[in-house]
């Protein structure tokens, strides 16, 4: 039987990976996930912490949250708590030095997670924010939901509240109907 949130908890290692979420419900224009894994689904918080305590029980010191859009863990299940407040959860586990998490999507980076990489001491200094153009007119096609403004200022908040943050984006070139000009705002 397919397991949605399969646990990893055999073997020992001192990274380990534990999955939120799956699926996505931001259907951008080039993008198969929401088609092919779903709509969003977050996994029950308590369920993850009780994976994580048990990992770090097994000698884990790094967790990495994934899920296709971490950002949007359990704004969609009653009483869950946000993905911030379960970054500070994981935080509080015996054991665990080093928390990451993959992958963000710009437009639902909240002010509440920006905050955790100044607060949150176990939260490594950086973010994985996938940009995919800097043209408002080839974001808008890609239906990215955000502007070049927008994604600017997040990353202008993120070294405001961490100055050391590191981060790491992906890049779509050569999009249908990029121009140059669109490409030249990209390279900016």
Do not use: W
Request: proline share 4%; glycine share 10%; charged share 30%.
């Amino acid at each position: 039987r397919l397991q949605l949130f399969p646990r990893r908890t055999d073997g020992e290692s001192v990274t380990r990976f534990v999955t939120v979420m799956q699926g996505c419900d931001n259907f951008c224009s080039y993008c198969i996930v929401p088609h092919v894994r779903g709509r969003e689904v977050s996994r029950p918080s308590a369920e993850i912490l009780e994976e994580v305590r048990e990992l770090a029980a097994n000698g884990a010191r790094e967790i990495t949250l994934i899920g296709q859009n971490v950002n949007s863990y359990g704004q969609k299940e009653a009483g869950e708590i946000s993905f911030a407040r379960l970054l500070e959860r994981v935080e509080g586990i015996e054991g665990i030095e080093r928390i990451r998490f993959t992958t963000s999507h710009p437009r639902d980076l909240s002010e509440e997670l920006i905050d955790c990489f100044g607060s949150l001491e176990k939260l490594c200094k950086h973010i994985h924010l996938p940009v995919q153009s800097g043209s408002d007119p080839v974001l808008q096609k890609m239906n990215r939901g955000y502007t070049r403004g927008e994604y600017l200022g997040k990353v202008r908040r993120l070294k405001t509240v961490c100055p050391d943050i590191r981060l790491t984006s992906d890049v779509i070139v050569g999009f249908p109907g990029e121009s140059g000009t669109d490409f030249e705002e990209t390279l900016s």
